[in-house]
């Protein structure tokens, strides 16, 4: 079993930046790929950013060139720098972990707020 735990959202103005953290525990060896995904009021749960074992990197395009997934292995942990938020960033950030055959697990969610 792996549990995810999230760190690092809060309330900023439109053009600031924030740094979410994702540290993994448990059975985390056979872990593919690990992401950011968000939730906004009334609207489904959509990719953020996504990135393999090896790096592999994927953004929607709402954020391309603003945020940026990085990843270390050795600790297990995922973090997502974002950069030049906007109104339109505001919702819950939920981690997640991803394994082979479809497996998932996600995190509790951090909210992100973005003022104008």
């Known amino acids: 079993q792996v549990q995810l735990v999230e760190s690092g959202g809060g309330l900023v103005q439109a053009g600031g930046s924030l740094r979410l953290s994702c540290a993994a525990s448990?059975?985390?060896?056979?872990?593919?790929?690990m992401g950011w995904y968000r939730q906004a009021p009334g609207k489904q749960r959509e990719l953020v950013a996504r990135?393999?074992?090896?790096?592999?990197?994927n953004y929607a395009d709402s954020v391309k060139g603003r945020f940026t997934i990085s990843r270390d292995n050795a600790k297990n942990t995922v973090y997502l720098q974002m950069n030049s938020l906007k109104p339109e960033d505001t919702a819950v950030y939920y981690c997640g972990a991803f394994w082979a055959l479809g497996r998932n697990t996600w995190g509790q969610g951090t909210q992100v707020t973005v003022s104008s």
């Open positions: 990135i393999s074992r090896g790096g592999t990197t």
């Open positions: 448990g059975s985390t060896n056979s872990i593919s790929d």
